[in-house]
């Protein structure tokens, strides 16, 4: 089985080696970086230095997922695709496109006989060795030929929760579950960066880190984003000094909202995040730098550093 992999970012690359990890499949990786194609190659890919290499270098029917930004470059990239690919192959977007992207796609790539299939893919920097969770949504035949690759990307199944992926509905299913996470983990992180930022300013000189800790054993708040706050003021220091408080979003907490208004339902917490990290930008102060580190600590997101501050 071959499959073939466009856009080799921080992600993107951790996935690629994923696969030729734990799959018995051939990747075939194209990136505008020649540097990251060479870098793939070194754990088994077989880099393509154009889009056109790489479909030539796959045996129908083919799989080509992109792992590019969502918007115009995944736009672009679906345009030059469906010029170069036959009927019966399958484009998979894993990106963090909007699912209404998705259903428009999805029509304009079946006039010319091709699938598509949405993965929102949650797991950031940390999935290469733990596993990505993929929200699934496409045909169900594409989607069935797709398995062995979701199957290597996703964790082991367990008693309790089941499989690491899901094909959840039709096209722009996957992305939709994926929007909606990420809205709910905005709120998460908000909830707990106001949290560490009272800490920091009571009467006593509590260790974050420890207190962080604490709560990953057996505490009704703890989870992953609770461990890597532990991490992050480990790494960083208690107060963060060498974070400034600016947090970016990537647009799903947005179109959460919107969707919500769309069909009046409140999201008082989530629309609340999204401010926080809006006025952050304006020069924010603790609760920010938590969030600036957590958003590096699971996704390898940029932090900014004070002038003359250099990385803990």
Not at 143 to 171: C, F, K, N, S
Not at 252 to 262: D, K, M, Q, S, Y
Request: hydrophobic share 40%; net charge negative; charged share 25%.
């Amino acid at each position: 089985m071959q499959i073939g992999f466009v856009g080799l970012g921080k992600m993107g690359s951790n996935m690629v080696e994923r696969l030729t990890r734990k799959a018995d499949l051939e990747v075939v990786a194209h990136d505008r970086d020649p540097a990251v194609v060479r870098a793939v190659a070194e754990f088994g890919a077989s880099g393509a230095a154009s889009l056109e290499e790489l479909i030539d270098r796959l045996a129908p029917p083919r799989l080509v997922w992109l792992m590019i930004p969502a918007g115009r470059p995944t736009q672009d990239t679906v345009d030059r695709l469906a010029s170069l690919l036959e009927p019966g192959d399958t484009v998979v977007d894993g990106g963090n496109s909007k699912w209404t992207d998705d259903k428009r796609r999805a029509d304009q790539l079946a006039q010319k006989g091709l699938d598509y299939v949405d993965v929102g893919t949650s797991g950031g920097v940390w999935g290469l060795e733990e596993g990505y969770c993929l929200m699934v949504g496409g045909p169900h035949d594409a989607v069935a030929r797709l398995a062995p690759v979701l199957d290597a990307l996703a964790p082991p199944p367990d008693a309790e929760h089941g499989a690491g992926w899901a094909h959840l509905g039709p096209t722009g299913a996957g992305h939709y579950v994926k929007m909606v996470h990420n809205g709910i983990e905005y709120g998460l992180m908000q909830a707990y960066a106001e949290g560490f930022e009272l800490f920091d300013k009571s009467e006593y000189e509590l260790d974050q880190a420890k207190s962080a800790h604490l709560w990953m054993r057996g505490s009704v708040v703890r989870s992953w984003l609770c461990g890597l706050a532990a991490h992050a003021f480990e790494a960083e220091g208690d107060d963060l000094v060498g974070l400034e408080g600016r947090t970016e979003d990537s647009g799903e907490g947005r179109w959460t909202i919107e969707e919500a208004t769309a069909r009046d339902i409140p999201t008082p917490v989530i629309t609340a995040a999204l401010y926080a990290r809006l006025y952050s930008r304006a020069g924010g102060e603790f609760t920010h730098r938590v969030l600036a580190a957590l958003r590096n600590q699971f996704g390898g997101h940029d932090v900014t550093r004070p002038r003359g501050v250099p990385p803990a």
